[in-house]
């Protein structure tokens, strides 16, 4: 294979299994070796699974020379955030504590996407615990600090840090990462891919670590937003990508949010949202506490979710001190507090509902710079749509709209609830209009 | 010095940002201290919130 080929769309690498230009077999064998070889790079790599993958391409091959097609996933290696559980393997949710953990059943997501025929050949790292209530360093994590493959003095991003930058440096042809508070949106901006942050419920948790309930999301990190869509319906419950998306452009709404002050770069990408036909609306953010309703939320809830490993004195092996205070500081939030917070969400949701009456997508950066040193993970500022959208549970498509010192920057669109389609539209509208996220990151 | 147009909003976003940090409180040295300092100012700032007595909180049970 050459360079090109491990950043192909999942479409064309489809269509040359199909066409038997290469087989299942050496398809996964090419990325699973360079996920091994170019993994540890970055610290991206958690567990290489090439032998078990092996094994499944073999399998995909026989189904390809009988012609029994699954769909465009079948045969198309990828990686998953070791927050996703794989029977008889270990799942270490990105933490020492959990190092040796195994659990004997495989995550929905991933039975799924094996029932595409798409194949698994490595877990990827992550922040630990997903980062908890909070972290305060790069190195908050079992596997070291994620390095972004664009220059590896910088942060990937967390808390999907191994699926952003495996996925920027070609070495799985796309990843599944999770969210409760930008943990797709972060690194996929960081690291210049695209990433999807689906509905609230959309798909399945079931087999995925609980960080917060009411808010954590599994979803999609891929190069186009094409591939993110052929990705979701492998993985949702009930969605239907819809590459002939049935609106006109011209017919949605957008607004720009959040754009005062950042660099100009954002603003130039917005143009080609313009030039695309949409009509332009006005709309702001509304009004909430949103860091106080993000951190009492899920401050709460993980702390609950890991009370035992945090009374037990486990927690104190985690390598991150803020989250360790943190989750301890967590099970004393009082109920009072908590039923605040989720009361005001109620409000939070129902001014969105509002909101999206008038309009279709609202449309900010992912994050308001490029990534930080690893010194610094809190130097570039996040839109207050990220917490927002995630408290009102709103799907976002995070997609490359630029550089800045030859750093990658992220553009996040968000939606109605189970408005993916009309993201994944315009993000694809975007993506022909542009080659942002066709660069390569000097691997 | 003369400068462009994207180094002048280059320099307003550091000085907003520079600004924006003298007026956050100096971090914490005790991080035990630091996370209980700031649960209680969510706390405070969640109780300045004003919400009708209707609202419910944003559960969905599945019976």
Same mark, same amino acid.
């Given at each position: 294979?050459?360079?090109?080929?491990?950043?192909?769309?999942?479409?064309?690498?489809?269509?040359?299994?199909?066409?038997?230009?290469?087989?299942?077999?050496?398809?996964?064998?090419?990325?699973?070796?360079? &996920?091994? @070889? *170019?993994?540890?790079?970055?610290?991206? +790599?958690?567990?290489? =699974?090439?032998? /078990?993958? $092996?094994?499944?391409?073999?399998?995909?091959?026989?189904?390809?020379?009988?012609?029994?097609?699954?769909?465009?996933?079948?045969?198309?290696?990828?990686?998953?955030?070791?927050?996703?559980?794989?029977?008889?393997?270990?799942?270490?949710?990105?933490?020492?504590?959990?190092?040796?953990?195994?659990?004997?059943?495989?995550?929905?997501? &991933?039975? @799924? *996407?094996?029932?595409?025929?798409?194949? +698994?050949?490595?877990? =990827?790292?992550? /922040?630990? $615990?997903?980062?908890?209530?909070?972290?305060?360093?790069?190195?908050?994590?079992?596997?070291?600090?994620?390095?972004?493959?664009?220059?590896?003095?910088?942060?990937?991003?967390?808390?999907?840090?191994?699926?952003?930058?495996?996925?920027?440096?070609?070495?799985?042809?796309?990843?599944?990462?999770?969210?409760?508070?930008?943990?797709? &949106?972060?690194?996929?901006?960081?690291?210049?891919?695209?990433?999807?942050?689906?509905?609230?419920?959309?798909?399945?948790?079931?087999?995925?670590?609980?960080?917060?309930?009411?808010?954590?999301?599994?979803?999609?990190?891929?190069?186009?937003?094409?591939?993110?869509?052929?990705?979701?319906?492998?993985?949702?419950?009930?969605?239907?990508?819809?590459?002939?998306?049935?609106?006109?452009?011209?017919?949605?709404?957008?607004?720009?949010?959040?754009?005062?002050?950042?660099?100009?770069?954002?603003?130039?990408?917005?143009?080609?949202?313009?030039?695309?036909?949409?009509?332009?609306?006005?709309?702001?953010?509304?009004?909430?506490?949103?860091?106080?309703?993000?951190?009492?939320?899920?401050?709460?809830?993980?702390?609950?979710?890991?009370?035992?490993?945090?009374?037990?004195?486990?927690?104190?092996?985690?390598?991150?001190?803020?989250?360790?205070?943190?989750?301890?500081?967590?099970?004393?939030?009082?109920?009072?507090?908590?039923?605040?917070?989720?009361?005001?969400?109620?409000?939070?949701?129902?001014?969105?509902?509002?909101?999206?009456?008038?309009?279709?997508?609202?449309?900010?950066?992912?994050?308001?710079?490029?990534?930080?040193?690893?010194?610094?993970?809190?130097?570039?500022?996040?839109?207050?749509?990220?917490?927002?959208?995630?408290?009102?549970?709103?799907?976002?498509?995070?997609?490359?709209?630029?550089?800045?010192?030859?750093?990658?920057?992220?553009?996040?669109?968000?939606?109605?609830?189970?408005?993916?389609?009309?993201?994944?539209?315009?993000?694809?509208?975007?993506?022909?209009?542009?080659?942002?996220?066709?660069?390569?990151?000097?691997? | 010095?003369?400068?462009?147009?994207?180094?002048?909003?280059?320099?307003?976003?550091?000085?907003?940002?520079?600004?924006?940090?003298?007026?956050?409180?100096?971090?914490?040295?005790?991080?035990?201290?630091?996370?209980?300092?700031?649960?209680?100012?969510?706390?405070?700032?969640?109780?300045?919130?004003?919400?009708?007595?209707?609202?419910?909180?944003?559960?969905?049970?599945?019976?």
């Amino acid at each position: 294979m050459t360079e090109a080929d491990f950043f192909s769309p999942i479409s064309d690498l489809n269509a040359r299994l199909k066409k038997r230009e290469f087989t299942a077999v050496e398809l996964v064998r090419d990325f699973g070796e360079r &996920l091994e @070889k *170019l993994g540890p790079r970055y610290n991206a +790599l958690a567990l290489p =699974l090439t032998e /078990v993958a $092996l094994k499944r391409a073999k399998a995909v091959d026989d189904e390809l020379k009988r012609e029994r097609y699954r769909g465009p996933l079948q045969g198309i290696p990828y990686g998953a955030k070791d927050l996703l559980s794989l029977a008889g393997h270990p799942t270490t949710w990105g933490a020492k504590p959990y190092a040796a953990q195994v659990i004997d059943e495989t995550a929905t997501v &991933l039975q @799924k *996407l094996d029932k595409t025929g798409s194949i +698994l050949i490595g877990k =990827l790292a992550m /922040v630990e $615990l997903a980062g908890g209530p909070s972290y305060g360093t790069a190195g908050a994590s079992l596997f070291g600090p994620g390095l972004n493959p664009w220059d590896r003095t910088r942060w990937s991003g967390g808390s999907s840090s191994g699926s952003g930058s495996a996925v920027a440096a070609g070495l799985v042809s796309f990843a599944l990462g999770s969210e409760t508070n930008g943990s797709i &949106l972060t690194p996929s901006a960081f690291c210049g891919v695209t990433g999807l942050r689906p509905t609230y419920g959309l798909v399945s948790r079931h087999g995925a670590m609980a960080c917060a309930w009411t808010m954590d999301k599994i979803g999609p990190m891929c190069h186009s937003a094409e591939d993110c869509g052929l990705v979701l319906q492998g993985i949702a419950d009930n969605f239907y990508y819809t590459p002939q998306y049935s609106r006109k452009l011209s017919d949605l709404k957008v607004a720009f949010v959040d754009f005062e002050g950042v660099d100009p770069a954002f603003t130039a990408a917005t143009q080609v949202i313009r030039d695309t036909g949409v009509q332009i609306a006005q709309a702001a953010v509304p009004a909430f506490p949103y860091g106080a309703l993000v951190s009492t939320i899920v401050g709460s809830e993980v702390s609950s979710v890991f009370e035992s490993f945090i009374t037990s004195g486990q927690v104190d092996h985690l390598a991150d001190a803020q989250q360790i205070a943190e989750l301890k500081a967590g099970l004393k939030i009082p109920a009072k507090d908590y039923l605040k917070a989720m009361r005001i969400r109620s409000l939070v949701k129902q001014k969105f509902r509002e909101l999206f009456e008038d309009i279709d997508v609202i449309i900010a950066p992912s994050r308001n710079g490029v990534a930080p040193k690893l010194s610094d993970i809190h130097g570039a500022p996040a839109s207050a749509l990220i917490p927002a959208g995630n408290l009102a549970g709103l799907p976002a498509l995070s997609i490359p709209c630029g550089f800045i010192d030859s750093l990658p920057i992220g553009l996040q669109l968000v939606g109605p609830a189970l408005a993916e389609n009309t993201l994944l539209a315009l993000g694809r509208e975007f993506q022909n209009r542009t080659d942002w996220h066709k660069h390569r990151p000097p691997v | 010095m003369k400068l462009n147009r994207r180094q002048l909003m280059k320099a307003a976003a550091s000085a907003s940002a520079l600004a924006a940090r003298a007026q956050q409180p100096a971090p914490e040295a005790d991080p035990t201290k630091a996370a209980r300092d700031a649960n209680q100012r969510n706390s405070e700032t969640l109780a300045k919130f004003e919400v009708p007595m209707s609202t419910e909180p944003a559960f969905q049970f599945k019976a």
